[in-house]
């Protein structure tokens, strides 16, 4: 497993991770296959979008909050429910082709590390196999 980690610097925020997930693709030599990208959060998620216009990025959070979660009277006492709920919305992973040795991403495809409870310092697994 390749571990890698991310800062963030927001309390949300949405990092590309694409180059860090193909280096560690590289790195393990393997030509056909599946990598999953995974993260080891509850307040935290991995997704695919848009990496041409930032607005995407933006839109993505925007969307998120849209959903008027901060407004709802959750019961953890820690008082992150919005993050908790937003990070199983989005889900903590991603599996992606591997070929020729490379993610088979479509051509505006970018992975991201979503961040919804920062900021912190995280992990991101990738495993390919
Ligand atoms: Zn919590």
């Given amino acids: ?53 930032p607005d995407v990025r933006r839109d ?12 709802v009277s959750f019961d953890h006492a820690e008082g992150n429910s919005p993050s908790h709920v937003k990070s199983s919305l989005v889900g903590c992973s991603e599996t992606i082709i591997v070929n020729d040795g490379s993610l088979a991403l479509g051509t505006w495809q970018g992975i991201y590390f979503c961040e919804f409870d920062g900021p912190r310092t995280r992990k991101v697994y990738v495993k390919i196999i």
Avoid: Q, W
């Fill in 60 to 71: 993505l959070l925007k969307g998120l909050r849209h959903l008027g979660l901060e407004n």
């Fill in 1 to 53: 497993m390749h571990v890698f980690s991310v800062k963030t610097s927001a309390h949300e925020e949405l990092l590309d991770i694409t180059s860090r997930v193909e280096a560690a693709v590289r790195e393990s030599g393997i030509m056909d296959g599946i990598c999953c990208v995974y993260t080891p959060h509850t307040t935290a998620a991995i997704t695919i979008n848009e990496n041409a216009d």
